[in-house]
């Protein structure tokens, strides 16, 4: 095949030319986005009921709607929380489930149980966790001063937010930070009962005068006229015109009885951006969206606001593309260093400039022909898939130094130079084909991890795959036709006929370790045999991590001030720390009490805020981070405080919402949580001291009222018309709505803002005697501490507490025993058991890779025993890298793993073309006898090698080694995958160097040959 292509450079040009052609043209519709889009198997429902305590929502509104989703498909896991005035659901499913049909079977059960939910409550929200949920960017929205919040809140919904999903590749806009305008009506209570009204007078004048006729139509003559009520009302002016007559027959306007008024609606959270309050924009893209193109329409989009609405001031916040921008300028500088490092150490090991220039040529095809793959497989560019290729670069300038040092080989053996390009690349074909496979069978499975890992893993396998199949394509094809075109009016001893004295020097110093080794052969495979362990045992002095630490100027504190506080005081206390902190920081922004965003998965309540901060340098974060918790457990020492490094779009989605070793119990006898003073009296009692409350058995101060029934009957007051009291007297109560054009006001009753007690003393009921009678003569209240949320999964309610012991199962038959005796069910959870299953799962599939890596290359070799060389080989390159990470601090992360990957599939390929080139030498070296032989094939197989290893591993090693000098959040982020590569090509390949003709020797029996014979130093020369 190589020789019929071969034969037909033009055809091969132009094949490849045209593949490029299309490559570009697929480049350009290739999506570019942060991470793959991947569907999270997990639906969360969200409940909003104001003024509803957790006891209510979970029996009213969770409880009805985990019963009607407990058939869906694919159904893992439920589980809801019930805080109040909110609850949420968290469905999850089956990895591999449709979640496009799951969404819509939610939404359709969620329809059908409406009729069985509270009247009052609004529809619960159903959002879909996808990676692309995740904001590109954060427009803060500040109103200037004078102008009206609500006028602001109408713009951004009705205006800014339509002008960005315009945008092209803008998938959704979400806002937080809403205020409403609505029509408030404070009755007059000392004329209501001068009049002998009451407050349902006024309801009933504003719904009637608000009636409209559904569909009645009148015929005059031939005509139809479809009748409308011209009592409906527009205004406060129009409410205050209407009637109000008493039981009695008094009529009067409702203006001398109520002040009617526009105010802006009460609502349970706030955003500010710094010490001023506004709204936020958050801007998702679509999936098939580039996030480099994108983001510059929405700085676009955010200027030409500044100009038209002057009203607004207008602030871009956590753009998500630096990520993105990072890894796409991390491959373009491993592209152009490595082009330069490669021209100039073939330079200085080959003496000429042909080679570089062939090699640089093949590195953009190479690159530019694997996105057909990614096409083809519906395949973004993303920061998993551009590692995926950032890894391949580094075998695929291996198999090009490979190919052409061999077809260099062959034409110095004397060979025409068309006949050396043609068994220069037959020759070492079937070993880079393994090599390539041996590199797919490690990653291939891990596409088999169950969860997001597995998703993930995907993208970077068909990367990995596309780049090194392509990288075949070329070194057996393009590259001899290169060299052919570049050499063919060269003689061969024109083109390098000596090798440079660079590499002189570097095998003359090979060839005498290579006589001291093989001097004493048992004493230095022992030596190489003891290393192996000594470098795996520093990986458990390793710090095992999942991304590596990044230099971050930004960070988020989680506050809960666990105190029953409302929304304006927990405003209060956020600007209060943010005026002490003035100066501090570059920006911040908070996000306080219940968020609006549609797309929010998490949980909130009033008695929370999550505040961003942006400093000037990482030191200044940490000094004042510390300096801001200080602060506000001096304040509030009951406030419990996260501080974290500000999420980024890999944190989100990795990051776990559930705890690592969690103890769950359900009363067998009440199924209900179990009550207060007894559990705080069972606790005391739990077999594990080092616990703290789950979210069931978090507490939180409560008023409860307590009816008289006994004098509600005695006075015939009816238990519902009290209970209608009570919720017009306290909170908001809606009325009845304005409703025009889509633009929808609310009518609400407001209330007095004083103590409750006053309000129960100073409103009455009429009794049935006709006299009236204060509220606070059939209502008492006492202040007792409940439980702040109520938990439930599966199996109904449950409690909890979270272990913090370091081996959380020494404990569990003392657990079960504790439940036993207090007739409780008991059960463990948490993410310590799925990374117990994940590790399992990953060990599991190593053994696979190194199962397939073996099948594959004794396929190859046709021999069990020879592969096993090239397997031991292994430890020794992750040694050398463990070493390197220990030296420098670095931990064990994702990045220093695919850093260990990149570099064993180098030293794999090296490995297997030693073995091949000495089985074909020994071949060669027949006619000696068994020990000459072998030792003769063992002692020139290394040096043919040496120069394509050490070629590859340089030129590796200095074009990573900028990133090690670099800062910034990409240098960061690729430093560990660094030392990893530096570690296994200089420590791992020394070793490797000498370990391979080593093992060999033992392995293929030279300890049985005779001493006589030949002598090493005859040998050696």
Same mark, same amino acid.
């Given at each position: 095949?190589?020789?019929?292509?071969?034969?037909?450079?033009?055809?091969?040009?132009?094949?490849?030319?045209?593949?490029?052609?299309?490559?570009?043209?697929?480049?350009?519709?290739?999506?570019?986005?942060?991470?793959?889009?991947?569907?999270?198997?997990?639906?969360?429902?969200?409940?909003?009921?104001?003024?509803?305590?957790?006891?209510?929502?979970?029996?009213?509104?969770?409880?009805?709607?985990?019963?009607?989703?407990?058939?869906?498909?694919?159904?893992?896991?439920?589980?809801?929380?019930?805080?109040?005035?909110?609850?949420?659901?968290?469905?999850?499913?089956?990895?591999?489930?449709?979640?496009?049909?799951?969404?819509?079977?939610?939404?359709?059960?969620?329809?059908?149980?409406?009729?069985?939910?509270?009247?009052?409550?609004?529809?619960?929200?159903?959002?879909?966790?996808?990676?692309?949920?995740?904001?590109?960017?954060?427009?803060?929205?500040?109103?200037?001063?004078?102008?009206?919040?609500?006028?602001?809140?109408?713009?951004?919904?009705?205006?800014?937010?339509?002008?960005?999903?315009?945008?092209?590749?803008?998938?959704?806009?979400?806002?937080?930070?809403?205020?409403?305008?609505?029509?408030?009506?404070?009755?007059?209570?000392?004329?209501?009962?001068?009049?002998?009204?009451?407050?349902?007078?006024?309801?009933?004048?504003?719904?009637?005068?608000?009636?409209?006729?559904?569909?009645?139509?009148?015929?005059?003559?031939?005509?139809?006229?479809?009748?409308?009520?011209?009592?409906?009302?527009?205004?406060?002016?129009?409410?205050?015109?209407?009637?109000?007559?008493?039981?009695?027959?008094?009529?009067?306007?409702?203006?001398?009885?109520?002040?009617?008024?526009?105010?802006?609606?009460?609502?349970?959270?706030?955003?500010?951006?710094?010490?001023?309050?506004?709204?936020?924009?958050?801007?998702?893209?679509?999936?098939?969206?580039?996030?480099?193109?994108?983001?510059?329409?929405?700085?676009?989009?955010?200027?030409?606001?500044?100009?038209?609405?002057?009203?607004?001031?207008?602030?871009?916040? *956590?753009?998500? &593309? $630096?990520?993105?921008?990072? =890894?796409? %300028?991390? +491959?373009?500088?491993?592209?152009?260093?490595?082009? #330069?490092?490669?021209?100039?150490?073939?330079?200085?090991?080959?003496?000429?400039?042909?080679?570089?220039?062939?090699?640089?040529?093949?590195?953009?095809?190479?690159?530019?022909?694997?996105?057909?793959?990614?096409?083809?497989?519906?395949?973004?560019?993303?920061?998993?898939?551009?590692?995926?290729?950032?890894?391949?670069?580094?075998?695929?300038?291996?198999?090009?130094?490979?190919?052409?040092?061999?077809?260099?080989?062959?034409?110095?053996?004397?060979?025409?130079?068309?006949?050396?390009?043609?068994?220069?690349?037959?020759?070492?074909?079937?070993?880079?084909?393994?090599?390539?496979?041996?590199?797919?069978?490690?990653?291939?499975?891990?596409?088999?991890?169950?969860?997001?890992?597995?998703?993930?893993?995907?993208? *970077?396998?068909? &990367? $990995?795959?596309?780049?090194? =199949?392509? %990288?075949? +394509?070329?070194?057996?094809?393009?590259?001899?036709? #290169?060299?052919?075109?570049?050499?063919?009016?060269?003689?061969?001893?024109?083109?390098?006929?000596?090798?440079?004295?660079?590499?002189?020097?570097?095998?003359?110093?090979?060839?005498?370790?290579?006589?001291?080794?093989?001097?004493?052969?048992?004493?230095?495979?022992?030596?190489?045999?003891?290393?192996?362990?000594?470098?795996?045992?520093?990986?458990?002095?390793?710090?095992?991590?999942?991304?590596?630490?990044?230099?971050?100027?930004?960070?988020?504190?989680?506050?809960?001030?666990?105190?029953?506080?409302?929304?304006?005081?927990?405003?209060?206390?956020?600007?209060?720390?943010?005026?002490?902190?003035?100066?501090?920081?570059?920006?911040?922004?908070?996000?306080?009490?219940?968020?609006?965003?549609?797309?929010?998965?998490?949980?909130? &309540?009033?008695?929370?805020?999550?505040?961003?901060?942006?400093?000037?340098?990482?030191?200044?974060?940490?000094?004042?981070?510390?300096?801001?918790?200080?602060?506000?457990?001096?304040?509030?020492?009951?406030?419990?405080?996260?501080?974290?490094?500000?999420?980024?779009?890999?944190?989100?989605?990795?990051?776990?919402?559930?705890?690592?070793?969690?103890?769950?119990?359900?009363?067998?006898?009440?199924?209900?949580?179990?009550?207060?003073?007894?559990?705080?009296?069972?606790?005391?009692?739990?077999?594990?001291?080092?616990?703290?409350?789950?979210?069931?058995?978090?507490?939180?101060?409560?008023?409860?009222?307590?009816?008289?029934?006994?004098?509600?009957?005695?006075?015939?007051?009816?238990?519902?018309?009290?209970?209608?009291?009570?919720?017009?007297?306290?909170?908001?109560?809606?009325?009845?709505?304005?409703?025009?054009?889509?633009?929808?006001?609310?009518?609400?009753?407001?209330?007095?803002?004083?103590?409750?007690?006053?309000?129960?003393?100073?409103?009455?009921?009429?009794?049935?005697?006709?006299?009236?009678?204060?509220?606070?003569?059939?209502?008492?209240?006492?202040?007792?501490?409940?439980?702040?949320?109520?938990?439930?999964?599966?199996?109904?309610?449950?409690?909890?507490?979270?272990?913090?012991?370091?081996?959380?199962?020494?404990?569990?038959?003392?657990?079960?025993?504790?439940?036993?005796?207090?007739?409780?069910?008991?059960?463990?959870?948490?993410?310590?058991?799925?990374?117990?299953?994940?590790?399992?799962?990953?060990?599991?599939?190593?053994?696979?890779?190194?199962?397939?890596?073996?099948?594959?290359?004794?396929?190859?070799?046709?021999?069990?025993?020879?592969?096993?060389?090239?397997?031991?080989?292994?430890?020794?390159?992750?040694?050398?890298?463990?070493?390197?990470?220990?030296?420098?601090?670095?931990?064990?992360?994702?990045?220093?793993?695919?850093?260990?990957?990149?570099?064993?599939?180098?030293?794999?390929?090296?490995?297997?073309?030693?073995?091949?080139?000495?089985?074909?030498?020994?071949?060669?070296?027949?006619?000696?006898?068994?020990?000459?032989?072998?030792?003769?094939?063992?002692?020139?197989?290394?040096?043919?090698?040496?120069?394509?290893?050490?070629?590859?591993?340089?030129?590796?090693?200095?074009?990573?080694?900028?990133?090690?000098?670099?800062?910034?959040?990409?240098?960061?982020?690729?430093?560990?995958?660094?030392?990893?590569?530096?570690?296994?090509?200089?420590?791992?390949?020394?070793?490797?160097?000498?370990?391979?003709?080593?093992?060999?020797?033992?392995?293929?029996?030279?300890?049985?040959?005779?001493?006589?014979?030949?002598?090493?130093?005859?040998?050696?020369?």
């Amino acid at each position: 095949m190589v020789r019929f292509l071969l034969a037909r450079p033009i055809a091969v040009l132009m094949v490849f030319l045209a593949l490029m052609v299309f490559s570009v043209i697929v480049f350009r519709t290739l999506p570019i986005s942060l991470l793959p889009p991947i569907d999270v198997p997990q639906i969360v429902i969200k409940v909003n009921y104001p003024n509803a305590s957790p006891e209510a929502i979970e029996q009213n509104v969770l409880s009805p709607i985990r019963e009607g989703l407990m058939t869906l498909n694919g159904l893992e896991d439920v589980e809801s929380k019930a805080g109040s005035e909110t609850g949420t659901i968290r469905l999850t499913f089956d990895y591999g489930t449709k979640m496009e049909l799951a969404y819509i079977d939610v939404n359709e059960k969620i329809d059908r149980l409406t009729n069985s939910l509270p009247s009052d409550l609004t529809r619960p929200q159903v959002i879909r966790i996808n990676t692309n949920d995740i904001p590109v960017v954060r427009v803060q929205v500040i109103p200037k001063p004078g102008f009206d919040f609500a006028e602001i809140s109408q713009l951004t919904e009705n205006v800014l937010k339509k002008r960005i999903e315009q945008l092209e590749g803008v998938s959704l806009v979400d806002i937080n930070g809403k205020k409403e305008r609505i029509i408030t009506v404070t009755p007059d209570k000392a004329a209501l009962r001068a009049l002998g009204m009451t407050e349902d007078n006024v309801i009933n004048a504003i719904q009637f005068g608000n009636e409209e006729l559904p569909g009645i139509s009148v015929e005059d003559g031939q005509f139809r006229y479809y009748l409308r009520l011209a009592t409906r009302v527009d205004s406060p002016d129009d409410i205050m015109k209407l009637p109000v007559t008493s039981d009695k027959g008094v009529t009067v306007d409702l203006a001398r009885v109520a002040t009617v008024q526009y105010e802006t609606n009460e609502v349970l959270g706030h955003h500010l951006f710094g010490e001023k309050e506004g709204l936020v924009i958050t801007v998702h893209k679509q999936a098939s969206a580039k996030m480099n193109e994108l983001l510059p329409k929405v700085y676009e989009a955010i200027d030409l606001f500044k100009a038209d609405y002057n009203q607004v001031d207008f602030e871009l916040t *956590q753009d998500q &593309s $630096v990520l993105l921008n990072a =890894g796409i %300028s991390n +491959l373009q500088t491993s592209l152009l260093f490595g082009g #330069l490092f490669a021209f100039g150490v073939l330079f200085l090991f080959m003496g000429n400039y042909r080679m570089p220039i062939i090699i640089g040529i093949s590195l953009p095809t190479s690159l530019l022909i694997s996105f057909l793959v990614f096409y083809f497989f519906k395949i973004s560019i993303n920061v998993i898939s551009l590692s995926g290729l950032a890894l391949g670069l580094g075998m695929l300038i291996d198999n090009a130094i490979i190919v052409l040092d061999n077809i260099t080989r062959k034409r110095l053996d004397g060979l025409p130079i068309f006949e050396a390009c043609v068994q220069g690349v037959n020759e070492v074909m079937s070993a880079l084909v393994s090599s390539v496979l041996t590199t797919l069978a490690v990653f291939i499975p891990l596409v088999f991890l169950s969860g997001i890992s597995g998703a993930l893993f995907f993208d *970077q396998a068909v &990367s $990995v795959a596309a780049i090194l =199949g392509v %990288s075949l +394509l070329v070194a057996f094809i393009f590259l001899p036709m #290169l060299y052919h075109f570049f050499y063919r009016k060269k003689a061969v001893q024109e083109e390098n006929g000596d090798d440079s004295r660079f590499f002189k020097i570097i095998l003359k110093g090979y060839k005498s370790l290579f006589k001291k080794v093989f001097s004493y052969k048992k004493l230095s495979f022992g030596i190489f045999i003891l290393l192996i362990p000594a470098g795996l045992a520093l990986g458990y002095l390793l710090q095992v991590e999942g991304l590596p630490p990044i230099e971050k100027f930004d960070a988020v504190v989680e506050i809960d001030w666990n105190e029953p506080i409302g929304v304006e005081q927990n405003k209060d206390r956020v600007l209060s720390i943010l005026e002490a902190m003035k100066g501090a920081y570059l920006k911040s922004e908070t996000d306080l009490g219940v968020r609006q965003f549609l797309l929010f998965d998490g949980e909130s &309540s009033l008695q929370e805020a999550n505040l961003y901060f942006l400093f000037e340098s990482q030191e200044s974060k940490s000094v004042q981070m510390q300096r801001l918790e200080e602060l506000i457990l001096g304040n509030y020492p009951n406030a419990q405080i996260a501080v974290l490094d500000a999420p980024n779009a890999f944190d989100q989605l990795f990051a776990s919402n559930i705890p690592f070793y969690e103890v769950r119990w359900k009363d067998l006898a009440t199924k209900k949580p179990i009550e207060e003073g007894r559990m705080d009296e069972w606790l005391s009692a739990f077999p594990v001291k080092e616990f703290s409350r789950g979210p069931g058995l978090q507490k939180e101060a409560s008023v409860i009222f307590r009816l008289d029934g006994g004098k509600l009957a005695l006075y015939g007051i009816s238990p519902r018309a009290l209970q209608e009291q009570v919720k017009q007297l306290f909170g908001v109560y809606p009325i009845t709505d304005i409703k025009r054009f889509g633009e929808i006001t609310p009518i609400k009753l407001k209330a007095d803002k004083t103590n409750f007690e006053q309000i129960l003393n100073n409103n009455f009921l009429r009794g049935k005697d006709g006299n009236e009678y204060a509220l606070s003569n059939f209502i008492s209240f006492d202040y007792e501490n409940h439980y702040k949320f109520v938990t439930a999964d599966k199996g109904g309610l449950f409690q909890s507490v979270i272990l913090d012991s370091k081996n959380p199962t020494a404990y569990n038959a003392e657990i079960i025993n504790w439940a036993a005796d207090k007739n409780l069910g008991v059960s463990f959870f948490g993410q310590y058991f799925k990374d117990q299953e994940r590790i399992r799962e990953l060990v599991g599939i190593l053994l696979i890779s190194v199962l397939l890596l073996y099948f594959i290359l004794a396929a190859q070799f046709e021999s069990f025993i020879q592969p096993l060389i090239i397997i031991a080989t292994l430890p020794l390159g992750i040694g050398g890298a463990f070493i390197i990470l220990f030296l420098t601090g670095t931990s064990l992360n994702v990045m220093s793993a695919i850093g260990l990957v990149v570099m064993l599939g180098i030293m794999v390929n090296d490995a297997i073309l030693k073995i091949d080139t000495i089985n074909r030498l020994k071949v060669q070296y027949s006619h000696l006898s068994g020990r000459d032989a072998l030792d003769k094939a063992l002692y020139e197989a290394g040096q043919i090698r040496l120069k394509p290893i050490l070629m590859t591993s340089i030129t590796t090693i200095l074009a990573l080694l900028p990133v090690v000098f670099s800062s910034g959040l990409g240098a960061d982020l690729q430093r560990p995958l660094v030392f990893s590569v530096i570690g296994g090509l200089t420590i791992g390949t020394f070793t490797a160097l000498y370990f391979v003709p080593l093992a060999y020797w033992f392995i293929a029996g030279g300890v049985r040959h005779s001493e006589g014979g030949t002598t090493e130093e005859s040998l050696f020369k």
